[in-house]
């Protein structure tokens, strides 16, 4: 019996397009839905809705509470409902192991594609090699770890985190802490996470502009979340009261650090100058506007999820890109006094 991938080979269109028409969704050519029709009349072909459901694909998310890849899965799960297809979601906590969750996964409802929105490149080296389904990691950069089942699209996290320092110091600072991540990102010079690029990016950009920077003192790691950020801030500032800006590695610490300051007596920026990453829409009503690095969440799940379910249809070479991001200004920068 043909199955929905056999309909797509001989007609020369993708699965998307072929789940659209069996579907009977609008954004198909008549050419094209015409050409689909006429293969499933010869092909005989019955869509089977049960045996859809029970493979869809997974989408692994790792944090609960970060505000980023909550917007990214929003993002992902609509542009694969428009292919026709559905994906279940796990959310799992920052400091899980997705891989192994996935493999679990694997065992119980053998999906045929799993999407990872962000992600611990360390933990994917040591245990992926024994996955075969086609796969994608959105927002960290899988290149170097060679599988060939596994693509990955993401921002340069290195060169953005450098960025966002290099707003800081244009301005005139000297004295920037860095928030967020976990103790072994500081330095990781091995670690390919994205936390890790952030603020290894950010660190080179300061020892190129000659500022001083001491992990010891200038930089307090925390999980994503504002709450987390909040409690950060006033540890970095308690401990390292002379700074006059900092860059937060997300968003979310951004949006609990600017509390936290306020907090604590201080205003942005005519005291404490503030960069936050990720462009959340949430930062579009901050009071100061917050200055961020804003990543294009829409080409990042569009180009995830096309390409994920163009190797599900046919076979192919993973492939890895860096999406395009742009600084934000904001109103949370000013020279320091």
């Not at 659209?20 to 293969?39: D, F, L, Q």
């Not at 594609?113 to 996955?131: A, C």
């Not at 244009?170 to 996470?193: F, T, V």
């Not at 930089?219 to 401990?239: D, N």
Request: hydrophobic share 40%.
């Amino acid at each position: 019996m043909a199955t929905i991938h056999d309909i797509a080979q001989i007609s020369g269109y993708s699965i998307g397009t072929v789940s659209r028409v069996i579907n009977s969704r609008a954004g198909v050519s008549e050419k094209a839905r015409k050409k689909i029709e006429a293969v499933i009349r010869e092909q005989g072909f019955q869509p089977n809705s049960s045996a859809r459901t029970l493979r869809q694909s997974m989408s692994v998310v790792r944090g609960i509470a970060n505000t980023f890849l909550q917007s990214l899965l929003e993002k992902t799960q609509i542009r694969i409902c428009e292919h026709g297809e559905s994906a279940g979601v796990q959310f799992i906590k920052e400091a899980e192991d997705e891989v192994a969750v996935a493999a679990k996964i694997m065992r119980d409802i053998k999906p045929k594609g799993l999407v990872f929105l962000g992600g611990n490149t360390d933990t994917f080296q040591q245990t992926f090699s024994g996955f075969t389904v086609p796969s994608v990691l959105i927002s960290a950069d899988a290149e170097s770890l060679g599988f060939d089942n596994l693509s990955s699209f993401t921002t340069d996290d290195r060169d953005a985190g450098g960025c966002a320092v290099r707003a800081l110091v244009s301005k005139g600072h000297r004295r920037i802490g860095i928030l967020g991540g976990y103790p072994g990102d500081a330095g990781g010079e091995q670690s390919g996470n994205g936390p890790s690029l952030r603020i290894r990016g950010a660190v080179e950009e300061l020892e190129r502009s000659g500022v001083s920077f001491d992990f010891a003192r200038d930089y307090e790691p925390c999980p994503f979340s504002a709450e987390a950020g909040y409690q950060a801030a006033k540890r970095l500032l308690s401990r390292t009261p002379d700074l006059t800006a900092a860059f937060a590695i997300s968003d979310s610490l951004a949006i609990g650090a600017m509390r936290a300051f306020s907090d604590m007596g201080l205003h942005i920026p005519r005291d404490i100058s503030l960069v936050g990453f990720d462009g959340v829409v949430a930062t579009w009503y901050t009071i100061p506007r917050l200055a961020t690095i804003e990543q294009d969440v829409e080409l990042l799940a569009r180009r995830g999820v096309d390409d994920l379910l163009m190797r599900i249809s046919y076979e192919g070479p993973a492939v890895h890109e860096k999406i395009p991001y742009r600084f934000v200004n904001g109103e949370s920068i000013a020279q320091p006094r």
